[in-house]
């Protein structure tokens, strides 16, 4: 009598009838990689929006530096004797003269772009014709740096 049975062929065919289908824990395991992954995506997008803010807002602080340059050298007599000048102020003061609606725009537009926080304030310094402009303001969105910023420019009028 001559058998047809192959233990080897039962084995293999036991094998794989365990192996159909991918189990239940193998895609909770797949979608808990895939929701960490994107939480860190979130993350760095999250990050990316309020650094990019912070850039943005240093940039404005240079533009409103030569803002207040560009006044002073329309006005260069008075700069370099010192009308110009101004302590570190945080308010806007009301106009009148022409060095005093330089300055109110000045420091309008400082609390228009940067915010209008009691933090920022401006302050300007000339000793001959050498003006250092200062911009001072809250930078609490940006991360990993100081929450107050300041931006200085020097220069010869």
Known sequence: MSSNFHPSALQASAKR??????????????VLVLAIG??????????ALKNGQSAFE?????TLTYLMLDAMRANVNAAR??????ARTCNVDAGGTLIANDQRLWMQSMKQTLGDRD????????????CTIRVYWDDTRGTDGSDNQTVETISVL
């Open 119 to 130: 933090t920022t304030c401006g302050e300007i310094s000339c000793v001959g014709d050498r």
């Open 81 to 86: 004797t010192g009308q110009y000048n101004m």
């Open 17 to 30: 009838s365990s192996q159909k289908g991918v189990g239940l824990i193998e895609v909770l395991v797949a």
């Open 58 to 62: 240093r940039s404005q602080a240079v």
């Open 38 to 47: 994107l939480l860190g995506i979130a993350g760095l997008q999250s990050r």
